[in-house]
């Protein structure tokens, strides 16, 4: 989903970090605050350019203003704004044709490393990281660029909506993992949410021992809806392991090098896979090229924006928007394919989506009751 992280990937970023004032500062300049981008590089010198006020309502010289600087909305505007672009990238990734998703994904590996070196070099980051949480960084790159691969593969041989309701159960996976490797606390309604998105999944798998040989709504042969199933159920759960080390790392790490470990590995991983399956083809149609471009611009837009929604707006609430993706799947699906998602594919969406948003919200009020 990061995969790129991949949509779902970051929509259990949004899920889980609990931080109210998330940023991602400079670890040289611990004592800069993070002021709100939109209004300091709006025009006004401090002024927010959507509603005209000194970053919504303060002083352009008081310290909280600007600490707290964001328009009513505006991180839900820049979350619906990440779930569009990443939506749009999910589309290309399925319309490029003959590019296999392991070649798709080197391709964003080597557009994303040309973007980290100079923000890595600017921030003074270093490119090896903190020597007790090089491990970390090595599994989080890993998996990371794993989940990426398998996101692309299921875009490419399932349906665009069935690969990403599924990777919408990242977040049950996460809460299993919090509590395995992190001790955080499994209740019961933790479980309850588990099998609402279990029996979602069910609903789209359709698994013949449940549903008989009913294939109707796949465009696609039932083992190549199965292996997209597959692969986007192996994105959520090495998603999940990779929140969870970030988690685990906590803000001790600057975040483009998380990214920076993540397009390491990736490059390489890619490339021998490519390798021993012989699938590394330059695109013939200079269309595809230009899609191959726009998967890692769109990919990178997506990222910066559902990074600054989450540093000024509560994590909740980004977290319930970003199933806006889950929407726009299903749009871009009838629209761009012709292919009416089945009622299974409707409920199971129904089911993902109310076991995301029952986690957030009861992970949010546990949050806010811990604060208080």
């Given at each position: 989903m990061e995969p790129l992280e991949g949509a779902a990937e970051l929509a259990a970023d949004a899920v889980e970090l609990r931080e109210p004032e998330l940023r991602l500062e400079d670890p040289a300049s611990p004592g800069e605050e993070q002021a709100d981008v939109?209004?300091?590089d709006a025009p006004g010198g401090g002024r927010c350019w959507p509603c005209g006020a000194w970053?919504?309502?303060?002083?352009?010289?008081?310290?909280?203003?600007?600490?707290?600087?964001?328009?009513?909305?505006?991180?839900?505007?820049?979350?619906?704004?990440?779930?569009?672009?990443?939506?749009?990238?999910s589309l290309l990734v399925k319309k490029v044709q003959g590019v296999h998703a392991v070649e798709i994904s080197a391709f964003r590996c080597m557009f994303q490393m040309l973007v980290i070196i100079p923000c890595l070099i600017y921030r003074k980051s270093g490119f090896i990281g903190p020597k007790g949480q090089r491990l970390f960084l090595l599994l989080r790159g890993l998996f990371g660029s794993c989940a990426m691969i398998l996101m692309y593969y299921a875009f490419q041989t399932t349906s665009l909506a069935d690969a990403t309701v599924i990777a919408f159960s990242c977040p049950v996976f996460?809460?299993?993992?919090?509590?395995?490797?992190?001790?955080?606390?499994?209740?019961l309604w933790d479980a309850l949410f588990m099998l609402f998105a279990l029996v979602g999944v069910i609903l789209i798998v359709r698994?013949?021992?449940?549903?008989?040989?009913?294939?109707?709504?796949?465009?696609?042969?039932?083992?190549?809806?199965?292996?997209?199933?597959?692969?986007?159920?192996?994105?959520?759960?090495?998603?999940?392991?990779?929140?969870?080390?970030?988690?685990?790392m906590g803000k001790s790490v600057d975040y483009f090098l998380s990214i920076w470990y993540y397009v390491i590995l990736g490059l390489p991983e890619c490339a021998v896979i490519l390798f021993i399956?012989?699938?590394?083809?330059?695109?013939?149609?200079?269309?595809?090229?230009?899609?191959?471009?726009?998967?890692?611009?769109?990919?990178?837009?997506?990222?910066?924006?559902?990074?600054?929604?989450?540093?000024?707006?509560?994590?909740?609430?980004?977290?319930?928007?970003?199933?806006?993706?889950?929407?726009?799947?299903?749009?871009?699906?009838?629209?761009?394919?012709?292919?009416m998602p089945t009622w299974w594919t409707v409920g199971g969406a129904l089911c993902v989506v109310a076991s995301t948003t029952g986690a957030t919200i009861r992970r949010w009020i546990q949050s806010s009751t811990v604060q208080q």
């Open positions: 939109e209004a300091a970053v919504c309502g303060g002083s352009p010289g008081d310290p909280e203003a600007r600490k707290k600087a964001s328009c009513p909305g505006l991180g839900l505007f820049y979350t619906l704004l990440s779930a569009f672009l990443f939506s749009v990238a996460t809460s299993i993992f919090a509590w395995i490797f992190l001790k955080e606390k499994y209740s698994p013949p021992f449940l549903f008989g040989s009913d294939t109707s709504g796949m465009n696609k042969s039932y083992s190549e809806h199965i292996k997209g199933t597959f692969a986007a159920i192996g994105h959520a759960v090495l998603a999940a392991m990779t929140l969870v080390i970030l988690r685990k399956i012989g699938g590394w083809s330059i695109p013939y149609c200079g269309l595809d090229r230009l899609f191959l471009i726009l998967i890692g611009l769109l990919g990178l837009g997506g990222q910066i924006f559902i990074t600054k929604a989450v540093q000024i707006e509560k994590a909740g609430l980004v977290a319930i928007m970003k199933t806006m993706d889950i929407v726009f799947a299903f749009i871009f699906q009838i629209a761009f394919f012709d292919n």
